[in-house]
Antibody, heavy 118, light 106 residues
């Protein structure tokens, strides 16, 4: 059974940093792209970042490019999202997803809530 | 960015057939995918590449369309299908989602 467990969310002040983690199990982690997708409270979904299975390439939308960094440790089956210069509009539940090579999001974790507020 | 437009809400009775639409602002070939999100839960993949049923998803769910107009159909609708349904495209960069259609049962 595919399991994705996110941790690291919480309350952070604007301009500060936070790092999310996602531990994966139930599949061969280094065979798959992985992504982060977020959902602001009561709102829709927004893709945030993707990384290839080797970690050699990363992709971001303009809304987070230069502020967020996705990375992975294939030996530890763990995905990360380093978030810098956080803004109030980054407040959302962040989901770790197993990505079908940049196309669809096949599996989702339960999410971790990030609140950016002073 | 490619904008995906969905109707905000629908209400149907159990046993009926419902079609949920998603219109793209530009062509996305067949790279449209559908997700179900029940209250308080994470999204779940239902359909990928317009018409392919994801693993474990009941055959009551089906998808169709290509280009700019896509449809998710549930037939028959069951009480457990109460949820918000999102479309997502991956033909144009960046990947984008529709605003979601909230399905309510009468």
């Amino acid at each position: 059974e595919v399991q994705l467990v996110e941790t690291g969310g919480g309350l952070v002040q604007p301009g500060r940093s936070l790092k999310l983690s996602c531990v994966a199990s139930g599949f061969t982690f280094n065979n798959y792209w992985m992504s982060w997708t977020r959902q602001a409270p009561g709102k829709g979904l927004e893709w945030v970042a993707s990384i290839t299975n080797s970690g050699g390439s990363t992709y971001y939308p303009d809304s987070v490019k230069g502020r967020f960094t996705i990375s992975r440790d294939n030996a530890q089956n763990t995905l990360y999202l380093q978030m810098n210069s956080l803004r109030s509009e980054d407040t959302a539940t962040y989901y770790c997803t197993r990505d079908n090579s940049g196309y669809w999001f096949a599996y989702w974790g339960q999410g971790t809530l990030v609140t950016v507020s002073s | 960015d490619t904008v995906l437009t969905q109707s905000p809400a629908l209400a149907v009775s159990p046993g009926e057939r419902v079609s949920i639409s998603c219109r793209a602002s530009e062509g996305v070939n067949s790279y449209m995918h559908w997700y179900q999100q029940k209250p308080g839960q994470q999204p779940k993949l239902l359909i990928y590449k317009a018409s392919n049923l994801a693993s474990g998803v009941p055959a009551r769910f089906s998808g169709s369309g290509s280009g700019t107009d896509f449809t998710l159909t549930i037939d028959p609708v069951e009480a457990d299908d109460t949820a918000t349904y999102f479309c997502q495209q991956s033909w144009n960069d960046p990947r984008t989602f529709g605003g979601g259609t909230k399905l309510e049962l009468k």
